[in-house]
């Protein structure tokens, strides 16, 4: 019909409306405004970041209904029949006009409050340079030393009294640092056969928290324990305690149900140490004979060192690697003459740090905030804006910039304590919208960035990778009051709206579904049993749904319910499915219909078969297919057809419906392609993905899929890259000359190779980036370390199943510079290991195992000041034994022990 032609092209004319539209979003810098001098100008400053953040979000509403109506029109854009004709015609009639009037709104509405702000003359747009960063932050303990003593000298005690303690005090006070502090002291660790770390729910569950600490004592019966009753698993847990001598700390303890704690308290020589807020939540669990250390508030002299050490260290770390660093530095301390000799800089500072009431968390948030400023004009502006002790989160929040506050409130839809994994976040972050687009770095890079931003400001504590590949951060969490601070912000702008599945009673939580909810969280622990699902489809706004696993288990799923219906949400953008089943209950039908879908998320579910409507999602652009590693999916060949895929992960294990394997090869713009798999997908597609920035592969012994692999590594010089080559027997000269190709691969970050290789020539080149190398019967005859050894960026190195058959291996001095993890296994002739002065300075974690001739560790061990994980497993004949003097109590000895008695944790098994 020649009327639905021209309503499609009046469709397509709209793309012209939403480009000029983009352009509008400049606004949102505008959310980055100067200080104003005059404090009673903060409440229209307030109103006028409230409304740019309100078209911000109408924009993103605009887009998707726009985007929307472009795939239903070109949907039905090749019908003929006269029924799909004259439902485009009314379609596009209805919801054409609408759109446009909408458009035309916010347009006029936005270009209003730019005039009303340019003629204020009070506000700024926000610089496009961030920040310097400054890496990790170290936790820092000042003032806490009898504390430390008190505490020290309880767990040390080999006495069985009364085996609880608890640490009380209110947020932000340090009890958590204090205890770890203690908890990865060495004297303290080797005096307990095992340690275990469990943060309590605030809906403490008996059966969930036995689990936990079980499963960290004793992990060898982990399975044994998931399977028992409540009754057993209690008897089991009291008859570890009182046999053995373990330490299990509780962290921040809440529950006033004391009999949910239900551990042994006579007779022991284990020890249990919580962490609360509150005193009487420790003197109802632990009765009149427990031991109770009330913190206090630091000293006006403590927190005054708190703050130097937070705040000027901050500037002279790193002087010999970072040069602008460096020079940074040295122009702050030059501005700032030293607080000694600077009187004026000094009484800033002090009263500033007065204000924070001497709570430690709070003087080093401001620490490494005002680390961030360069000049004493800074400092006193900060000065004049901080007021309270509530406002020192609250200021570090707000002088973000506008994109770093979007991303730290999203951060409280996850639950609370919770370590999650940082590219999870990164994906999210993505699909939502908050990170932009960089010619010169990938989005997920650009992501990482922004929370180091965060963690350099003290409102996220991140955990780093031991071996960084693709992302440097493995995992994040937020301090209770920061999340505070988030769930207050993120529900002042109704962002999401969170349902604790776990709770015993979530009926009442169904009114938390409003049409206003924009993100939907169910959280949920699959242990704690059945629940009762709000249901979502009334929230016609929703533009997340997470289902968010707070403790992620083998093989236990959700049972996905009947009522859960995604019809009128029509709008989403993320769909993350985790840990649900899929087995019995089908995927919702109403998913094929999400035109707006840009994430999609099946990690850790039981999904036998992808459905082939998948690839009919037009702007899907993460797609995560990472099911239950026992799960076998099948996948037909339709993810060619999801052009706008940045993102894809394979599952572990899956296979190709049909006889054709997977082709990627309309993948334009996928930039991350991860569990790749050569038996089930083209090789030679890989080098037509012109903007992938980083692959992980599995090459199963075929030379002709190791060549385009090899091609596709040089021709996109990849940012990350991790290769498995799986029965790749190097018994040619051709397959041979084909790893050396490999190795020498400069872009080439991780290699794991399965079969014969039996020489490793000094001549051949191995890539410097490489940080990761497995080797498996690899068959070598002579010893590899000298080659190895000379990797500059090597961080994991594991070498076992025969890689090895001579009996010596040499680490050359001040070899192994940036080795964090290695790992000796069945390497049966090995009989000496020596470690030359400096070789292996950095390493971390050690495992030996099985390795029958090996007598001694080699004496090289005692100078790594950085180890802090040492596992002997099945070594018979090496000096190092632990037995018990008295019942319950094992303690280390032999000439090895000496070697690594510094070692923070020691393993004998």
Known sequence: MPEQSLLVDEVNDLGWHLIRLQELKRLQELKRLQELENQNEDEKVAAWRHKVEEFCRKIGDIEDNASRLFWRCNRRKGGCGIVKSLFTLLLCHFQLPHLQLSINEVREEMEELEKEMEESKKWVPSPTARREEKGAVNEVVVGREADIRILMEFLEKDTAEYPLFAVCGEGGLGKTTLVLKVFNTPDVRHKFMGCAWVTAPHQVQAKTLWQDIMSQIEPGRKDEMMKLSDSALAQSLHSSLQSGRYLIILDDVRSTEASLIALPTVGIRSRVVITTRETYQAEKILGREGHILKMEPLSEAQS?????????????????????????????????????????????????????????????????????????????????????????????????????????????????????????????????????????????????????????????????????????????????????????????????????????????????????????????????????????????????????????VPDEHLLLPKSLVLKNCRLLRVLDF?????????LPKDIQNLATLRYLSFRGC????????????????????????????????????????????????????????????????????????????????????????????????????LGETIKCINKHRLKSSSIVLKNFDCYSQKRLSALSNLLGCEYLNALRVEGHIGKLSYTIPISSKLTELFLLGSELTEDPMPVLGKIPQLHKLIICNGAYLGGGMDCKALSFPRLRYLKLSNLHELKDWTLGEGSMRNLSTLTVERCGSLKNLPEGLRSLDHLREVSIVNMPKMSLKREGKTVGYLEFYGKDYDKIKHVLSINIL
């Open 606 to 705: 039981n999904l036998q078969e992808l459905p082939p409507s998948i690839g009919r999602l037009p702007n899907l652009e993460i797609l995560d297919l990472r099911v239950n590693p026992t799960v076998d999916m099948s996948i037909s060949n339709l993810l060619y057809k999801i052009t706008r895929l940045k993102s894809l992960y394979f599952p572990q294990k899956f296979h190709a419906v049909g006889e054709k394997k997977l082709q990627l090869d309309g993948l334009s713009e996928l930039e991350n392609l991860n569990n790749f798999a050569s038996t089930h997908c083209r090789c030679k597609d890989l080098t037509g993905l012109e903007n992938l920035k980083c692959l992980a592969a599995t090459i199963d012994g075929n030379l002709d899929d």
């Open 304 to 552: 005054w060192e708190l703050f130097l050490q937070k705040q000027l260290p901050s500037h002279r770390s790193e002087f010999e690697e970072n040069q602008k660093l460096k020079d940074i530095c040295r122009d702050v301390v030059k501005k700032c003459n030293d607080f000694e000799k600077n009187q004026e800089l000094k009484d800033i500072c002090r009263d500033v740090v007065k204000k924070c009431n001497d709570v430690p968390l709070k003087i080093m948030v401001l620490g490494d905030l005002m680390a961030e400023k360069h000049s004493i004009d800074e400092w006193k502006l900060l000065h004049k804006k901080f007021t309270s002790v509530k406002d020192t989160l609250e200021l570090s929040y707000n002088l973000l910039p506008g994109n770093l506050k979007s991303c730290l409130l999203y951060l409280a839809v996850f639950p609370k304590d919770t370590d999650t994994e940082a590219e999870k976040l990164y994906n999210l972050w993505i699909a939502e919208g908050l990170i932009p687009t960089d010619c010169n770095s990938t989005m997920l890079s650009t992501a990482e960035s922004y929370l180091k931003e965060l963690a350099n400001v003290g409102l996220v504590q991140v955990q780093e990778e031991e071996t960084p590949m693709l992302t440097k951060i493995k995992s994040w969490r937020l301090h209770d009051l920061v999340r505070e601070l988030c769930c207050q912000k993120a529900e002042e702008e109704r962002l999401f709206a969170a349902v604790d599945l776990r709770a015993a009673a979530n009926s009442n939580q169904d009114n938390k579904l409003t049409d206003n909810v924009r993100a939907l969280a169910f959280y949920f622990d699959k242990r704690v049993g059945r629940y009762n699902f709000p249901n979502p489809n009334k929230s016609r706004k929703l533009r997340s749904f997470l289902f968010l696993n707070a403790h992620p």
């Open 578 to 586: 985790n840990s649900l089943d899929f087995h019995v209950m089908k």
